[in-house]
T-cell receptor, first 115, second 115 residues
Framework: AQTVTQSQPEMSVQEAETVTLSCTYD???????LFWYKQPPSRQMILVIR??????QNATENRFSVNFQKAAKSFSLKISDSQLGDAAMYFC????????????FGKGMKLTVNP | EAQVTQNPRYLITVTGKKLTVTCSQN?????MSWYRQDPGLGLRQIYY???????DKGDVPEGYKVSRKEKRNFPLILESPSPNQTSLYFC??????????????FGPGTRLTVT
């Protein structure tokens, strides 16, 4: 079975500092997207960033960026200038074998931002 | 506004009383899916549908039914709910987002408690 592993269940960061959330995955797909989702206390699942596996360049969305290591099947999320509103659960997701629309999610990581 | 809606948002019921959680999307997506979220387990897929009248089991289908008679609707049915089905449920639909990447759009979640 395809797996997505988020090894750290919880992390904390000081406001304005940088934090990196790790994720590794296992897929046999050759061309795929990877996703990070944020789940704030409202419980809504919000797409943070996506990475196209065939692109060498790491994706960036404002303060959020990815460190994508395709050979290592690693997909880390870096949050720069952390803000109180970044406090949430974060999930990474990878497609499973058989189609890019069917995703497998990691177990999530709870990020606390300290003022 | 592109969205996935779920109803009800909160539900408390008793063991054995049949219930249905509705899900609807207005993005003309072919792929729809149900997940349950439990602490420490992340999101696990219950059922998914590739198109109208095409449904298949996910990772945790036991105790659930689905139907896909129309493209926009994908209800989740619990014929005889049990306490172990107490969970947070998400409906999602998948389609091309920005730059053509397939990404999952989530509903707001349904908090189900079975006593």
């Amino acid at each position: 079975a395809q797996t997505v592993t988020q090894s750290q269940p919880e992390m904390s960061v000081q406001e304005a500092e940088t934090v990196t959330l790790s994720c590794t995955y296992d897929t046999s797909e050759s061309d795929y997207y990877l996703f990070w989702y944020k789940q704030p206390p409202s419980r809504q699942m919000i797409l943070v960033i996506r990475q196209e596996a065939y692109k060498q360049q790491n994706a960036t969305e404002n303060r959020f960026s990815v460190n994508f290591q395709k050979a290592a099947k690693s997909f880390s999320l870096k949050i720069s200038d952390s803000q109180l509103g970044d406090a949430a659960m974060y999930f990474c997701a990878s497609p499973i074998e058989g189609g890019s629309e069917k995703l497998v999610f990691g177990k999530g990581m709870k990020l606390t931002v300290n003022p | 506004e592109a969205q996935v809606t779920q109803n009800p948002r909160y539900l408390i019921t008793v063991t054995g009383k049949k219930l249905t959680v509705t899900c609807s999307q207005n993005m003309n997506h072919e792929y729809m899916s149900w997940y349950r979220q439990d602490p420490g387990l992340g999101l696990r897929q219950i059922y998914y549908s590739m198109n109208v009248e095409v449904t298949d089991k996910g990772d945790v289908p036991e105790g659930y039914k689905v139907s896909r008679k129309e493209k926009r609707n994908f209800p989740l049915i619990l014929e005889s709910p049990s306490p172990n089905q107490t969970s947070l449920y998400f409906c999602a639909s998948s389609g091309p987002g920005l730059a053509g990447a397939y990404e999952q759009y989530f509903g707001p979640g349904t908090r189900l408690t079975v006593t």
